[in-house]
């Protein structure tokens, strides 16, 4: 198991006190906290290598592109893809996602077509759907969820046929926590024919995650989500896929030779990675891989699944609370969505906020699933590797007393 005090150590923003009180960061889900070892990374790489890659023959240059290049052979290693060119570098998930969009699906989809993704998806696999669909007369379809907040998968088994050219879905939602059924959503994509990406975003941090045993053709995550910087994201994809796709963005770097007339595309993953990439960034990616690898990604969501299975049971002692997702932790992340009947989440987000507890409170980019709940906003409290018991308590007496608050004033 995590040795959750020692970790906490490691995290410098941890120690300050937001209004007054100790930081209670429950915000996992939009971004994670940093280690002083992917910190200590960027600053090193700036003060010590900085120089730009694949171009220089001098000592820096070198450094920087075996850095570089390190950095993507541990993700590869992360995520157990056969090849390093089988990572490409891009912004975050969004990007990932708009890259498979922008490449493989506009050669790829035809009127008559459909693209099957899921009702609990992040605007991010909604809406480049919604546009490549409609751009190519296709359709697009939605994979229901249940009362308990998982796929409802005899719906999806009727859903993706002959005509399904791309199945896209969240492997874990940001809001409903709900882990999709990710092995027999690959193969009834593959059994119609059809390629499957995974948005990986809320998984991939949070548990061991394996390409190749998951079967998948594309997958997507964001570095800052664990534990990593922002700006920088990943695309998996299958090297044959990524072969036949033409490029997402044009200029240095993608190319092997140009004229004046035309260009010669650049091997993988280069290809795919048009202008001076987000080289420190990356790197520091790499040391929050190592970070999570020393942990053990079983020990992570482990210690995810203990925390949430004791926020789920304390939340609920709050009467006039409602849950949203499964309520066995099991079979969901470390996420923990709720509305309380007469304190609008806002107004609980900010409250929370003033004893220096950060939760999100919104519609979690997520607005049509969060609507189809009947609500236009939730709360939302997300774990990740250095929360602990006592902050789902401090939780739980927060929302307490901010109920109390309400009725006090309610009252006069
Ligand atoms: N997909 C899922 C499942 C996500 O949770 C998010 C971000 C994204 C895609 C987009 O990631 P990005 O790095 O490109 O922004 N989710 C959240 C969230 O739940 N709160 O803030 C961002």
């Not at 035309?262 to 795919?272: E, G, I, V």
């Not at 949203?324 to 900010?350: E, Q, W, Y």
Request: glycine share 6%; charged share 20%.
């Amino acid at each position: 198991m995590l040795d959750v005090q020692s970790i906490r150590q490691d995290f410098p923003i941890l120690a300050r006190k937001v209004n007054g009180n100790p930081l209670v960061y429950l915000d996992n889900a939009a971004t994670t906290q940093k280690p002083r070892q992917v910190i200590r990374t960027l600053v090193d790489f700036y003060q010590q290598h900085n120089a730009n890659v694949h171009r220089g023959v001098h000592t820096l240059s070198i450094e920087s592109t075996d850095l570089y290049e390190e950095a993507r052979a541990k993700v590869q290693r992360f995520i157990n893809a056969p090849v390093p060119e089988s990572v490409i570098w891009t912004r975050n998930t969004s990007e990932s996602i708009n890259l498979v969009a922008y490449t493989w699906a506009r050669a790829n989809l035809q009127a008559g077509d459909n693209v099957v993704t899921t009702a609990m998806e992040h605007h991010s696999n909604i809406v480049p759907w919604q546009q490549l669909t409609r751009q190519a007369c296709a359709e697009l379809r939605y994979i229901p969820v249940d009362d308990d907040g998982l796929l409802q998968m005899d719906a999806a088994a009727n859903l993706i046929d002959e005509r399904t050219r791309l199945v896209a879905a969240t492997h874990v939602s940001n809001v409903l926590g709900s882990i999709t059924p990710i092995h027999h959503l690959t193969r009834l994509a593959h059994s119609a024919g059809a390629v499957i990406m995974v948005d990986a975003a809320q998984s991939v941090p949070h548990m061991p995650v394996d390409v190749q045993a998951i079967d998948c053709d594309f997958l997507a995550f964001s570095a800052h989500k664990m534990l990593g910087p922002t700006g920088i994201g990943v695309l998996y994809a299958r090297p044959e896929l990524l072969d036949a796709m033409p490029p997402f963005m044009y200029g240095g770097d993608m190319i092997i030779e140009v004229t004046y007339e035309d260009a010669r595309w650049n091997d993988l993953p280069y290809k795919f990675e048009a202008g001076t990439p987000n080289i420190a960034d990356a790197i520091a990616t790499g040391a929050a891989v190592d970070y999570l690898s020393n942990l053990g990604m079983e020990n992570v969501q482990e210690h995810e699944r203990q925390i949430t299975e004791y926020a789920l049971r304390r939340i609920r002692e709050v009467e006039a609370v409602t849950v949203f997702g499964p309520h066995d932790a099991s079979l969901k992340g470390g996420v923990v969505s709720f509305v309380h009947g007469n304190i609008h989440p806002h107004d609980l987000g900010t409250a929370l906020d003033r004893m220096g507890i950060a939760i999100r409170t919104g519609h979690h980019c997520a607005m049509p699933l969060v609507r189809s709940y009947g609500v236009v906003a939730a709360a939302r409290a997300s774990f990740y590797i250095y929360n602990t018991k006592e902050e789902v308590d401090l939780l739980v007496d927060g929302i307490l007393e901010v109920e109390r608050y309400f009725a006090h004033a309610g009252a006069k």
